[in-house]
């Protein structure tokens, strides 16, 4: 079991960076591919970015592809969502979650959420 919690969300205007962290507790993070998935006022949650276990292996939804970055750090539990030139439109709650196999990036999959980071973007 990993629990994970959420951090660095603000407020920043259009065109400025913030950059997510997601902890880990567990000895197995190093062994799940990690999602960054996020909920915007009114609207479903939705996938953002995935990373492999290696960090070998990346995608984003097209909306954030040259915008955001994913990395993660093994030996500190933690993933990371890099964001640049932000937009309005990523006005969201963010929240990681462990993955259940590579390609299950459909956040109806997961029951249980963390508390997400908040992120706004002011135009």
């Known amino acids: 079991q990993v629990e994970l919690v959420e951090s660095g969300g603000g407020l920043v205007q259009a065109g400025g960076s913030l950059r997510l962290s997601c902890a880990a507790s567990?000895?197995?993070?190093?062994?799940?591919?990690m999602g960054w998935f996020r909920q915007a006022p009114g609207k479903e949650r939705d996938f953002v970015a995935a990373?492999?276990?290696?960090?070998?292996?990346?995608t984003y939804v097209d909306s954030v592809k040259g915008r955001f970055i994913i990395s993660r750090d093994n030996a500190k539990n933690t993933v990371y969502l890099q964001m640049n030139n932000l937009k309005p439109e990523d006005t969201a709650v963010y929240y990681c979650?462990?993955?259940?196999?590579?390609?299950?990036?459909?956040?109806?999959?997961?029951?249980?959420w963390g508390q997400g980071t908040q992120v706004t973007v002011s135009s």
């Open positions: 567990g000895r197995t993070f190093s062994s799940y591919a």
């Open positions: 990373i492999r276990p290696s960090g070998g292996g990346i």
């Open positions: 979650h462990a993955l259940a196999y590579w390609g299950a990036f459909a956040p109806s999959i997961y029951n249980y």
